[in-house]
């Protein structure tokens, strides 16, 4: 996992100090962009464990639920006592992924969404123009 971590990280670290060195202005957006992404990676890995612990906590509690003199349908008790415990030795890079990019994706969904805000409110304003 942190052989997968440092050759995610150090292409991104490289590309944005190439950036900020470069001082371009088009490539500045790049440079915030790849900075966020190298930004995301360990919130992800906080992300993944916070979930990993959650999950296993919900699943003793189910397991406990079903353990207990609680009246519970055989079939319910049965797929209850069936949930293992998962630990975090099991979380994968692959997880720390999916999570990296659901935050960039929820990343650029806020940038978009900021555009899109600024779009309508120059739409309204040209729109009152030729109503005058």
């Not at 609680?70 to 949930?83: D, V």
């Not at 899109?116 to 309204?124: Q, T």
């Amino acid at each position: 996992m942190l052989w997968g971590a440092v050759t995610l990280l150090f292409p991104a670290v490289v590309m944005s100090l190439l950036f900020i060195t470069a001082g371009v202005p088009d490539i500045r957006r790049c440079c915030i962009h790849s900075c966020v992404a190298a930004a995301l990676v360990p919130l992800a890995v906080l992300v993944a464990i916070g979930i990993s612990i959650a999950l296993d906590q919900c699943i003793l509690y189910l397991h406990e639920a079903a353990r207990s003199s609680i009246p519970q349908p055989p079939p319910l008790r049965h797929a209850l006592l069936q949930l293992k415990p998962d630990s975090l030795m099991t979380l994968s890079f692959l997880d720390v992924q999916i999570v990296a990019i659901f935050l960039f994706v929820s990343y650029g969904l806020q940038i978009l969404l900021y555009h899109l805000v600024d779009i309508v409110r120059y739409l309204k304003i040209s729109r009152r123009r030729l109503v005058m």
